[in-house]
Structures are given as structure tokens and as C-alpha cells.
């Protein structure tokens, strides 16, 4: 007798408030009985299962899954493997799975490679993802800070170790949103100071968290460690001011 497979939902979490999950999102996990969470190291706790602990059904079986902080793409390659042909497992048993993921499912989320993989490992799963609550919404709300009016342009940036994309964003019209922030912090500051936009900016990281931390005077930055930018975005936008 031939198994059906289970669903994988991957479900977007919010950047931090456990009130910002979806409905939809909330009911799946409720129902689950296998839950993947990914974090960045083996001993480190998840920070999406930390969102969404509240909501997960008593009995789930929790798989954690560990991708680590690197840029080797052979080594991230082998555990999106590792991690697909874990699921898949579950998967093949009947039973649904779910995969949480920080902000919403489709944005610079390790969810997108996980699919690829999987619908590798596992042709014809279905798969079924619910969006999540992006950080820069949740920036936007907790600073009031308009993301797009009118005609102007709205542009996504993340920023890698060459800014040069950053650069030329923060030369264009409209909001710049500049997001995976992390150990670049100190270049983006000076960025933003030569483009004379300190004023018209605001960090926020860990929105949503016990840690959360709101700059609307981004000079008190200067003298922080690159570790400050970890899980944080940065809104701007020319003349809007603070």
C-alpha cells in the first residue's frame, strides 16, 4: 500500500511579535505534528521557534535544523540537502510538516533553497506557504514611518560586503530599505553620513523582541560594535527627517 505524502507548509513567523504570526499560520502550527525550525548554530537556541512556541501543538515533534552563518556555497548546498532529505523523511510517512521562518516565508529566506532541494528530493510534495509580517513593515509601524507615497519608488536593498549597491540606492528618489544590515553596519553609517541622510534615517533591530532597540538619531551608532546591525533594518528616505 502506497503512503501519501504529507504537506510541507512553510510559514512566515513576523520579525519578532508572536502577535504578528498569522491566523492561518497560528492554526497549521497548532495542528502539526512535526515542526522544523532552522537556526545558525548547533548550540544556539531558534530564534522563529522562540515566536512561535506558544502556538505549536503539545505533541509535535521538534527537528531542528542547522544552517550555518557562511558564504561557502558547498557547505550551505550540503545541509539545504541534509535539511530537505530530513523533511522529506517526515513527509513520507503521511504525516504534514511545518518549516517557520523569520519575516515572510519568500523574502532572503533560507525557506526559498530549502523548496528547491526539496522538490528535488521529493518530486510531487506539496507544498503549501503562508506569508509572514516582513521586518520592514514592522520597522515602519513601530517608527510611523511612511513606506511609499504617492509615485515615489520603494527599493529593497540587501546589503552585502560590497555597499556599492547601497551607495547607489541611497542616490535614488523615494525609501530605501536596507535590510541583513549585520557586520556592515559601520559602512552603511558612513554611507549615509557622506550622502547626508543620518537624519532621515532610523534603525530598528530585534523588532518586535525583549531586545528591541529604535534609533532615530543614528549617530549614537558610531561607536557601536558591528555586532549592533545583527537582525536589524534600516528605513530612509531624503527629507523626511526625525
Known amino acids: 500500500m502506497t503512503v501519501k505524502l504529507g504537506v510541507l507548509y512553510g510559514i512566515g513567523v513576523g520579525p519578532g511579535d508572536p502577535e504578528l504570526i ?21 548550540k544556539a537556541e531558534s530564534v522563529a521557534l522562540d515566536i512561535v512556541k506558544s502556538y505549536v501543538n503539545g505533541n509535535a515533534k521538534i527537528h531542528e535544523l542547522v544552517f550555518p552563518m557562511v558564504t561557502d556555497k558547498k557547505v550551505l548546498s550540503e545541509k539545504w540537502e541534509e535539511s530537505a532529505k530530513a523533511i522529506a523523511g517526515a513527509l513520507a510517512t503521511g504525516a504534514d510538516a511545518c518549516f517557520v521562518t523569520l519575516g515572510d516565508s519568500l523574502l532572503y529566506s533560507t ?9 528535488k528530493t521529493l518530486p510531487g ?67 549615509l553620513d557622506k550622502e547626508n541622510l543620518l537624519d532621515d534615517a532610523v534603525f530598528v533591530a530585534n523588532a518586535g523582541m525583549k531586545n528591541e532597540r529604535v534609533e ?7 561607536s557601536e560594535s558591528p555586532e549592533t546591525g545583527y537582525l536589524s533594518t534600516i528605513l530612509v528616505h531624503k527629507g523626511r527627517g526625525f
Do not use: Q, W
Not at 499560520?25 to 522544523?36: E, Q, T, Y
Not at 532615530?216 to 558610531?222: E, I, Q, S, Y
Open 22 to 42: 498569522t491566523v492561518k499560520g497560528a492554526r497549521l502550527l497548532s495542528n502539526c505534528r512535526h515542526l522544523f525550525v532552522p537556526k545558525a548554530r548547533i
Open 216 to 222: 532615530t538619531d543614528l549617530r549614537r551608532l558610531f
Open 111 to 119: 525557506y526559498i533553497y530549502l523548496l528547491r532541494e526539496l522538490k
Open 125 to 191: 510534495v506539496k507544498i503549501v506557504t503562508v506569508p509572514g509580517v516582513t521586518a520592514f513593515s514592522a520597522v515602519a509601524a513601530i517608527t510611523n514611518f511612511p513606506l511609499g507615497e504617492g509615485k515615489e519608488p520603494l527599493t529593497v536593498v540587501p546589503a552585502s560586503d560590497d555597499l556599492s549597491a547601497v551607495e547607489n540606492a541611497l542616490k535614488g528618489e523615494g525609501t530605501v530599505i536596507l535590510m541583513k544590515v549585520g557586520k556592515r553596519l559601520p559602512g552603511i553609517l558612513a554611507l
